[in-house]
């Protein structure tokens, strides 16, 4: 919330204990891994600043029970990496997800418009440490109805898992392959799939296994369509 609301006059939302936090100079220091609660008058802004002390997978969200936020993120220089208006799982509110380096970060949250208005609203930030680097150079080659996958070996790697389905970005295929449903843990970097429904395409990832027993990063997704059986007659 904000103690000069802006465009807010007459505004019924109270400030929150953050404030000022109208702008780079201004903003609440943010503990990485914890949430806060802030309002939102007419017109407001809300910046936080947070460091990461390595390389980490970042989600940056706002969240509540009701409203509409706009969220942006920038650099300690001010140099702006992402924007988002609807992306969060709670309805109309804002989500950024990104790699990012060691440095310093500010997040900031407008309303959808200068008349917006929220009561409270949860803003929270999560790093998580990055996954190994996806399997590279993954290629699907049709040998007769079957599918031969192939990529390049991981270093570190003790297996991998292969996924595959009949949608772009979805591994639940409608029939399976005589291999069986996904993920197909297999020891060295190929895998052939039989069985798959002639006539459909098919779109395949595939990711290592460290061993931790944590996966990688999911290899570029290929894709293959099976081909029709020929009549001999």
Do not use: C
């Amino acid at each position: 919330g904000g103690t000069d609301p802006g465009g807010g006059t007459g505004s019924t939302i109270s400030a929150d204990q953050y404030e000022p936090d109208g702008g780079f100079g201004e903003a609440t220091v943010f503990e990485i891994g914890t949430s806060q609660t802030h309002s939102m008058p007419a017109g407001d802004e809300d910046y936080i600043l947070f460091t990461l002390d390595g390389p980490y997978d970042v989600v940056v969200e706002t969240s509540g029970g009701s409203g509409d936020t706009k969220l942006w993120l920038y650099t300690e220089n001010y140099t702006e990496l992402g924007y988002d208006d609807d992306g969060a799982d709670v309805s109309l509110f804002s989500r950024i997800s990104m790699p990012l380096t060691a440095g310093s970060y500010y997040a900031k949250v407008t309303g959808y418009s200068t008349t917006t208005e929220i009561g409270t609203y949860t803003i929270s930030v999560t790093a998580t440490p990055p996954l190994a680097d996806a399997p590279t150079n993954l290629v699907a080659t049709l040998s007769g109805e079957d599918v031969v996958l192939t990529w390049d070996a991981s270093e570190g790697a003790v297996s991998y898992n292969v996924y595959y389905g009949n949608y772009s970005g979805s591994y639940n295929p409608t029939t399976a392959a005589a291999e069986g449903l996904p993920p197909l843990n297999v020891a060295e970097p190929t895998q052939t799939l039989t069985g798959l429904t002639t006539g459909s395409t098919y779109y395949f990832t595939v990711r290592s296994v460290g061993a931790d027993g944590l996966e990688s990063y999911a290899a570029i997704e290929t894709s293959a369509q099976i081909p029709l059986q020929t009549d001999i007659y």
